[in-house]
């Protein structure tokens, strides 16, 4: 099916455990971000990648760590989760384009306990 | 740095009842202005942006909103709310080629 696919949709983990999000997008969009939503913050931007093998930081980058070796896929690492890293995390991905919009997947609920 | 403020955290209104939503934001060039809206559990959904022309767009679901230059605001409007409105709104700005800003959301509760 053709969009932005995030997997797990859940996870539970326990703390100092590492865990991976997945995110793929079948568009070849050159775009790719990850955000963390939390009540009272709203988006924060983790990470997002211009291009593959090109990533840069976001606001909050502390304590994660991506990988895009592929266009369309844009892999999200906790090295050692932490509680204070149970979120909802939202991939997205945009085109080329000052005015292209971004399109968000489903989330992944991740719960550290 | 651009930012985004909605002042408003929760809004509560009657269904059928007309909704504006606020929004403000902060940047150093012409701005590219979005409204997204997250139902419960899902994703976050496109209504509607603004990058030139006429300030006042149209999106979907009968969503419009107004870019107001002088009051660095974009605001969201619908005349008559439906039940399944309720919802987050996020307004963020770009422009679309750099990670969108978003402002902390406003929450839509609609009541019979």
């Known amino acids: 099916d053709a969009g932005i696919t995030q997997s797990p949709r859940y996870k539970i983990t326990e703390t100092g455990r590492q865990v991976t999000l997945m995110c793929h997008q079948t568009?070849?969009?050159?775009?790719m971000f990850w955000y963390r939503q939390d009540l009272g913050h709203g988006l924060r931007l983790i990470y997002y990648?211009?291009?593959?093998?090109?990533?840069d930081k976001g606001e909050v980058p502390d304590g994660y760590v991506v990988s895009r070796s592929k266009t369309e896929n844009f892999p999200l690492t906790l090295e050692s989760a932490t509680r204070s890293q149970t979120s909802v995390y939202f991939c997205?991905?945009?085109?080329?384009?000052?005015?292209?919009?971004?399109?968000f997947g489903q989330g992944t609920r991740l719960t550290v306990v | 740095a651009q930012s985004v403020t909605q002042p408003d955290i929760h809004i509560t209104v009657s269904e059928g009842a007309s909704l504006e939503l606020r929004c403000n934001y902060s940047?150093?060039?012409?701005?590219?202005l979005f409204w997204y809206v997250q139902s419960p559990g899902q994703g976050l959904q496109l209504l509607l942006k603004?990058?030139?022309?006429?300030?006042l767009v149209q999106g979907i679901k009968g969503f419009e909103a107004e870019f107001k230059r002088s009051q660095s605001s974009f605001n969201l409007r619908k005349p008559s709310v439906h039940w399944s409105d309720a919802a987050e709104y996020f307004c963020?700005?770009?422009?679309?080629?750099?990670?969108?800003?978003f402002g902390k959301g406003t929450r839509l509760s609609v009541i019979a």
């Open positions: 997205a991905s945009s085109p080329r384009g000052e005015d292209a919009e971004a399109f």
């Open positions: 568009w070849s969009h050159s775009y």
């Open positions: 990648s211009a291009a593959a093998d090109i990533t």
């Open positions: 940047y150093g060039a012409t701005p590219y």
């Open positions: 603004y990058f030139s022309g006429d300030t």
């Open positions: 963020a700005v770009g422009p679309g080629n750099t990670p969108l800003v």
